[in-house]
């Protein structure tokens, strides 16, 4: 596997606390630190901070594990610009978890990786239509896909079982 991908907390959020919580899939969180040590997997540091924001499990556990959060260099930091430049209202300010994404945008550009994200592209001909991820995303012709399509192209196969 020669891929990255790069993580928006709404991929960390959203099946941490939903579908594939630690409590009912572990096994999901195992080959994601496994992914992580490797380098295959990773989140920028905007991500942290944001789910640094809410004091749960999902904190602790990112925070235990220093080796999947990237800090931002020159490379991502002039990505950053040209992206704000191209759309500047990618952040909602004031918004919870929203400042990060330019980020995970822009460390994918640095990194040639894939964006893994719970956001879908917006339809152009709706108005007032916050941009989102995946616009960026095709704009720069980066890819962008959502965590079922990460969890087929990783492999990951889930096994049920009763207690």
């Known amino acids: 596997m020669n891929k990255k991908y790069c993580l928006d907390t709404n991929a960390f959020v959203e099946p941490w606390n939903k579908y ?16 992580g040590k490797k380098g295959t997997v990773f989140c920028p540091d ?45 952040i909602s300010v004031g918004a919870n978890r ?26 152009p001909n709706q108005r007032n239509s916050r941009i989102k991820i995946p616009d960026v995303c095709h704009h720069f012709k980066v890819t962008c896909i959502n965590d079922i399509d990460f969890i087929d192209e990783i492999g990951i196969k889930f096994k049920a079982s009763l207690p």
């Open 46 to 90: 905007q991500v942290k901070r944001e789910i640094d924001k809410v004091d749960d499990a999902l904190k602790d556990w990112l925070n235990s594990k220093p080796y999947f959060t990237r800090v931002e260099s020159e490379s991502v930091q002039r990505h950053v610009r040209e992206i704000l430049k191209i759309f500047p209202h990618i």
């Open 20 to 35: 594939y919580s630690i409590k009912r899939c572990p096994e999901y969180w195992e080959i994601l630190d496994g992914l």
């Open 98 to 123: 929203s400042m990060a994404d330019p980020w995970v945008i822009a460390h994918a550009i640095a990194e040639n990786a894939v964006v893994v994200s719970k956001e879908y592209i917006t339809n």
